[in-house]
């Protein structure tokens, strides 16, 4: 008898993934079809694929990178970015250099020096930047800008505009907010002529209410809807299960958060952990993750207007909803942030929280504004949240078989977001998904009714952070209209600024639309880095370049998937 296994045998449910694609693969149709493949080992500005193939050319200076740009065409220009040594032929650079402008990048060594000087000379500030501005190319000066451009139609304006600012505005890869909030700044930039040529295309429909909030935030009642609750401040209390904001120093006391230490920080507030009690009889207690977020003060904080009740509620919404999607009946994983509890609290900050925060500073310089700032009638959202690992920019994978795995686990936990109630992450850089070990060797969803398991291989994989989210609550419409963010679609520096553009083209700048085709660009994001971007520990076995090239594999498929629920249905053969 033979026993010897078949020649499919060895294949897991992604090479099934795979599998319908081999034709258009092996013709490399795939590619081009789709627009963005052929560039997706790194990035930088916009490209065309003729250029690609055909430009042989050596390293020329700086201004005829800059001309290579402008030579291409109208459409090409906004599509997608390729590797500019690439383009050249050459390794221009290993990756803290833009390939633009062959600019230093914050952060990469190099002339940094120069940067902090004139950063700290002429802007005044202590933050670290993670831009570097090249003068003969910045916008600072709205009358030069009108001059410049006082002879061309308003769509030249735009286009001119947003070519200026992108040669300019290079960001890090990964958290973004903060140094685009600072080039924003810096530069007066009259983004007001982006929204004249390209204003936002939401359309309600007939009964369809428009409850707007400032910073981008939007809901839609998708349904004839008379009793719109304006009372943020009420249905946050609400959300908080509470009937007034409770003392900061009282309910966060030094005794409550043992073993506590800063470990991160956003745009929008402090990130604490500590060691938090067992929750249930026989479960293991888990570290709770303390999200400190100011609200409703006159204040700015680290270069943002403090959020009203208005613009919290919808992540309180949202991460609530994500969060309960651990238990459900139809889609059920727990590959979203665990959340405890929300509270709406009063006062200055806790001394305690600051001596925390000053350790922080002096370890790891925080970018932050020291929260002695606050006043005594300082309103703050505190989140719980349960800790869930260090972020993909920093964890260290065995392999790339873990991170194959990992990738998996993103994607069935964005399919079923899209299942239950119309998620689109819409910012998910590798600062946004945290990953930690786990025991666990399964990891478990249901959906669309069906339970499926995935091998962890040793890790938990949980996505973070919903600024920029869509979701649908009971036709209950939430979304962040980035029509006019005339900047952040004119930013470069990694793949993920590409994916901006990318989103924005798929909705045809309209965001409150839900096309998961969205998520699929952000997978497409994802493996990129994890091919050429995360830490492994061993890269030289057997099994990693496995792995590895069946992550190009994917990478080369991924973007011909309608959504992350699509693919679903291909890894595990479901009709
Ligand atoms: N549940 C968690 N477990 C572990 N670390 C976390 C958790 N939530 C947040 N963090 C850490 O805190 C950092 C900041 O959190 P988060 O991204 O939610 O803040 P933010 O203010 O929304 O950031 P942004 O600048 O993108 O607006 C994260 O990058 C991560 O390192």
């Not at 052929?38 to 690609?52: A, P, R, T, V, Y």
């Not at 032929?89 to 190099?110: E, N, W």
């Not at 994978?397 to 899209?418: D, H, P």
Request: charged share 30%; net charge negative.
């Amino acid at each position: 008898m033979d026993d010897t296994l078949d020649d499919e045998a060895w294949k897991d449910s992604f090479d099934k993934l795979l599998d319908p694609r081999p034709q258009l693969r092996m013709l490399n149709i795939i590619k081009s079809n789709v627009r963005a493949s052929f560039n997706i080992d790194s990035s930088i500005e916009n490209s065309s694929h003729s250029i690609l193939k055909e430009n042989k050319e050596p390293v020329r200076p700086k201004q005829h990178i800059l001309d290579v740009c402008d030579d291409l065409g109208e459409g090409e220009k906004r599509s997608i970015s390729t590797p500019f040594g690439k383009r050249l032929g050459v390794d221009l650079f290993h990756c803290g250099i833009s390939p633009i402008t062959g600019m230093k990048l914050d952060g990469f060594g190099g002339n940094t020096e120069k940067l902090q000087d004139r950063v700290e000379v002429e802007l005044h500030i202590k933050k670290r930047v993670c831009f570097e501005v090249e003068s003969t190319n910045t916008i600072s000066n709205s009358d030069e800008l009108k001059n410049k451009f006082k002879d061309r139609n308003s769509k030249n304006i735009s286009d001119e505009h947003r070519e200026g600012i992108r040669s300019s505005l290079v960001l890090q890869p990964g958290k973004w907010r903060k140094s685009l909030n600072c080039w924003r700044r810096t530069h007066v930039v009259e983004t007001t002529l982006d929204i004249s040529v390209n204003p936002p295309l939401i359309t309600p429909r007939a009964h369809t209410q428009v409850r707007p909030s400032s910073l981008g935030r939007k809901s839609i009642f998708l349904n004839d809807c008379n009793n719109i609750d304006n009372d943020f401040e009420s249905q946050v209390l609400r959300h908080c299960d509470q009937r007034k904001p409770i003392r900061f120093d009282i309910l966060y006391a030094p005794s409550k958060m043992v073993n506590a230490k800063k470990i991160g920080e956003g745009a929008y507030g402090e990130v604490f952990r500590y060691s938090g009690k067992k929750r249930k009889r026989n479960s293991y207690s888990t570290d709770v993750v303390l999200k400190v977020i100011p609200i409703e003060g006159s204040t700015e904080i680290n270069g943002e207007l403090q959020k009203t009740f208005a613009q919290i509620l919808p992540e309180i919404i949202i991460s609530k909803k994500m969060s309960s999607l651990r238990v459900g009946k139809n889609n059920t994983t727990d590959g979203y942030a665990n959340i405890f509890k929300v509270s709406l609290v009063r006062g200055t900050y806790p001394e305690h929280l600051i001596k925390l925060w000053e350790s922080y500073d002096d370890e790891k310089e925080s970018e932050n504004d020291h929260p002695k700032i606050f006043a005594d009638d300082q309103l703050f959202i505190v989140l719980e949240l349960e800790f869930s690992g260090e972020d993909m920019s920093n964890f260290k994978f065995v392999n790339a078989e873990q991170s194959y795995y990992a990738l998996q686990q993103i994607i069935l936990a964005l399919a079923v977001g899209e299942e239950e109630c119309q998620f689109e992450h819409r910012d998910l850089h590798w600062g946004n998904i945290l990953i930690e070990p786990t025991a666990e060797k399964e990891i478990s969803y249901t959906f669309h009714t069906k339970d499926l398991t995935l091998c962890s291989k040793g890790v938990k994989i949980t996505i973070i952070d919903y600024t920029l989210s869509r979701i649908t609550i009971d036709d209950f419409c939430n979304f962040n209209d980035l029509a006019s963010d005339a900047e952040l679609f004119a930013a470069s520096g990694d793949y993920q600024y590409d994916i901006y553009r990318m989103m924005r083209d798929e909705l045809k700048n309209n965001w409150a639309l839900f096309s998961p085709k969205t998520n699929v660009f952000w997978l497409s994001y994802v493996t990129e880095k994890l091919i050429t971007g995360v830490h492994y520990k061993s890269v030289n076995t057997k099994v990693h370049r496995l792995y590895i090239e069946k992550l190009k594999t994917f990478q080369s498929t991924i973007l011909t998937f309608e959504s992350a629920t699509h693919c679903v249905k291909h890894i595990f053969d479901l009709t």
